[in-house]
């Protein structure tokens, strides 16, 4: 992975925020690397993104074990994937933050692995289900146990649906409100190909792949954090 190039599409994607009305400096950018090896990881630590998005496990593990340890010490790692519960123990101590708490059981176990751990509470708001996520309305419910339990909910997180414009907009204006109402600061959504309409509906914090790192191959190119 050519750092320079790596740190041309981040200035890219940065335009890109501005010029949908964001703030650069105030939209976290979280790297997902998954799907390449962990040269990625150092290419967009080199180019100021330190906030990493890993989808799968035992991938996300084999990359961490590779790099030095200035690399590691200077990264956030954001499991953003669909999370199964027996993964949690493997999991715990090399997660920063849980980016896809979507149901009871996934919340008491990463509370009982992880205490006190930041954790997003992901809603689906795509309507295909095939992607996790919690049904909004039961998300209070969900959000209410994983603060009773001692975890650090800072915000929410969604992949938005496929379709038109106004169904996409519509998708992430329901995270914000949620988001609002809850007293939750971060709104994690938008990805390469929806950035905009992200931005346009309040995200502080956006998925970002290909347009970083190229293509991947058709293994990994449809697990919804692009």
Avoid at 190 to 204: F, H, R, W
Wanted: hydrophobic share 40%; with cysteine.
């Amino acid at each position: 992975m050519d750092p320079a190039e790596v740190s041309q599409r981040a200035e890219r994607v940065r335009n890109r925020i501005d010029d949908a009305g964001g703030d650069p400096d105030q939209i976290a950018i979280v790297a997902v690397t998954k799907g390449f090896d962990s040269s990625a990881v150092e290419a967009a630590a080199g180019a100021g993104l330190t906030l990493i998005g890993e989808n799968y496990a035992q991938e996300m593990l084999s990359k961490l074990s590779q790099l030095q340890p200035e690399i590691l010490d200077g990264i956030q790692t954001h499991f953003i994937g669909r999370l199964q519960t027996n993964k949690v123990r493997q999991l715990s101590g090399a997660v920063d933050v849980w980016q896809s708490m979507d149901r009871m059981r996934l919340v008491a176990e990463i509370a009982r692995r992880s205490p006190g751990a930041g954790v997003f509470l992901q809603l689906d708001v795509s309507g295909t289900g095939t992607q996790g996520g919690c049904a909004v309305s039961v998300a209070p419910a969900l959000l209410a146990q994983a603060r009773q339990a001692g975890l650090d909910v800072k915000g929410c997180m969604a992949i938005g649906p496929q379709g038109p414009a106004s169904e996409i907009a519509a998708a992430f204006a329901e995270v914000t409100r949620f988001a609002d109402e809850h007293s939750l600061h971060h709104r994690c959504m938008g990805m390469s190909a929806d950035l905009e309409a992200a931005i346009k509906a309040g995200s502080t914090m956006v998925r970002i792949g290909t347009a970083l790192f190229g293509p991947r191959s058709t293994r990994v190119a449809h697990s919804g954090a692009n």
